[in-house]
């Protein structure tokens, strides 16, 4: 799939071998999830500009071999994503050729702390620099990190 905006666009793919689980029961195959999960990154529109934006900023500074893909997570309404449980939390990398869908989690309760493995707060409270952003869900907006 593509997004675009602006006169940018970029590429959306789920990995081949995309991460998935999920707390609540869930008989979808996993091609179906992986569509979903791609088409509501298309549809959202500030999650577009962000990612098409980043990169687009990934293709401009490409010619530096010091640049490396960035990971992301986000966390929205499983139901936005017409996927079953009520919060979906996705794990996405953004590159020069578009954005990656590694891994997606459903949960029925609220991921309070996300942590993926080697991505963890260190013991005086600072996360580590090579954190993740966190995209998060509230109030039918998103809230950018």
């Known amino acids: 799939m593509k997004m675009q905006f ?8 789920a990995a081949e071998k995309m991460h998935f689980s999920s707390d609540v029961p869930c008989e979808l195959e996993m091609d179906t999830i992986r569509y979903a999960a791609c088409r509501f990154l298309t549809k959202s ?3 577009q500009q962000k990612y098409v934006r980043e990169s687009y900023q990934h293709r401009i500074a490409s010619k530096r071999k ?3 893909p960035r990971y992301e997570t986000c966390m929205v309404p499983a139901a936005a994503m017409e996927l079953p449980g009520s919060w979906a939390v996705m794990r996405v990398k953004i590159t020069a050729e578009g954005v990656t869908i590694q891994s997606l989690k459903l949960s029925d309760t609220f991921p309070g702390t996300v942590r993926f493995s080697g991505k963890e707060d260190r013991s005086d409270g600072k996360q580590k620099s090579n954190r993740p952003g966190i995209t998060c869900w509230r109030d039918g907006r998103f809230i950018l990190a």
């Open 66 to 68: 010091d640049k490396k």
């Open 6 to 13: 602006g006169q940018v666009s970029c590429s959306v793919t």
């Open 45 to 47: 529109r500030k999650l």
